[in-house]
């Protein structure tokens, strides 16, 4: 019998991946986050975090991370079924319930876990799925996962959803809507009264991946779901404690009768072990800081308006008053819409986005370059924080000009 090593097509797969340059490698920083960084062991202006309010490194929350790990350790030691839950989890879930104004909320070790979970709870191979197409890799998996029918509908195409629901719906027991309500590697919004208004007039559950949204959106910061008014509606909210609430894990929101099933029959939460008590007292932490200092929102939205506006002066109209022909030396910037501190100048190809990523480093910058197969187009992300200054706002948009 002829013998070959089962394990030789990993190097060839990963010569494919460095030809279209889409190799990854991480960077090293040190340091606590913030809006300056060590990386690499040079100091870099941050614009590629998801701590959109500064908590990650706050005292307070760091303090109460410390105090938790004394009194209870460093692990949750099993699932919180079969080893029981601190109190302090079910205050977490308690203080999440009322900023997102559900019946109830219950935890999860992660954010990918909570929508992993949470699909493949509700649905089945009799279940059909809608997915809008650029949702996060979390949903789609779920979505994989649950054995139901998944169509993906174009990006945030409603009268496309509605055509499947007309064509499709009646064939299925149930069915589930699913899509981030800001998107990841865009920053824009999903239609969520116009997703509403489907589900309910076709008898659908409608899930919605906050990640992005919570602590954000919102006159309280608690999402997309406040942003456009539907609090109190029959939502299925979504999210992560590892974003804006600076910590780690995430969050199912909504009524007491989902979040009582979730408990008994989610895979993600009953077979996993809890989240740790640091995690857990550092995200209540969070959320106490997020309803007692609005001001930290102003200004996190004071940053991404000044952004916006000269990213509009200074770049865009450059690029327009001097009919500048992209090349791969000077591309041309185009501002994908944007309504969320996440904004993403999309670029021709991979190389291109890694080459103005590296320049950007180089001048002491930090904002990663997207690619595929992660977005269909090549980009490089800016995530805005609370705690930018506006000096460092107008060094990265000055460099950008000067790259240009």
């Not at 979504?238 to 408990?263: C, E, H, M, P, Q």
């Amino acid at each position: 019998m002829h013998c070959y090593d089962p394990y030789a097509w990993l190097e060839k797969s990963l010569t494919t991946i460095h030809r279209a340059d889409w190799y990854r490698a991480v960077k090293t920083i040190a340091g606590r986050p913030g809006a300056k960084i060590i990386l690499d062991g040079h100091e870099v202006i941050n614009f590629a975090s998801n701590d959109y309010l500064g908590l990650a490194g706050d005292e307070r929350l760091i303090a109460a991370a410390i105090a938790a790990t004394q009194e209870y350790g460093t692990g949750s030691t099993g699932s919180r079924l079969l080893s029981g839950h601190r109190k302090l989890h079910r205050d977490l879930e308690i203080a999440i319930a009322s900023l997102k104004e559900t019946e109830d909320a219950v935890v999860f070790s992660s954010g990918y876990l909570a929508n992993l979970g949470t699909i493949t709870a509700l649905v089945g191979t009799r279940d059909l799925i809608l997915s809008d197409q650029y949702n996060h890799s979390s949903l789609k998996n779920g979505a994989k996962l649950s054995g139901a029918n998944v169509i993906e509908y174009s990006h945030c195409n409603v009268t496309e959803l509605k055509t499947h629901l007309v064509e499709q719906r009646q064939l299925y027991r149930r069915c589930l809507i699913i899509t981030d309500s800001v998107f990841s590697m865009d920053g824009d919004l999903c239609p969520l009264p116009e997703l509403f208004e489907l589900a309910t007039e076709f008898s659908c559950m409608l899930l919605l991946d906050e990640a992005h949204a919570t602590g954000v959106l919102g006159e309280r910061g608690s999402g997309c779901v406040e942003h456009f008014g539907y609090s109190g509606k029959n939502i299925i909210q979504v999210g992560t404690l590892s974003k804006a609430l600076g910590s780690l894990g995430g969050y199912v929101a909504g009524s007491n009768l989902l979040i009582d099933f979730l408990r008994n029959r989610a895979p993600g939460w009953i077979y996993t072990t809890g989240l740790s008590p640091a995690d857990t007292a550092a995200a209540l932490t969070a959320i106490k800081i997020l309803q007692q200092e609005p001001e930290r929102r102003t200004n996190l939205w004071n940053n991404i308006n000044f952004l916006k506006e000269i990213i509009v002066k200074q770049i865009i109209s450059q690029q327009t008053s001097s009919k500048q022909i992209a090349t791969s030396e000077q591309p041309n910037l185009k501002l994908l819409p944007s309504n969320s501190p996440i904004l993403c100048f999309q670029l021709p190809n991979s190389s291109t986005a890694l080459k103005l990523g590296q320049q950007l480093i180089d001048k002491g910058i930090f904002a990663p370059a997207i690619r595929p197969p992660t977005v269909p187009t090549s980009r490089i992300r800016i995530s805005v924080m609370a705690t930018h200054e506006l000096s460092q706002i107008q060094k990265l948009t000055t460099i950008l000009k000067n790259i240009l």
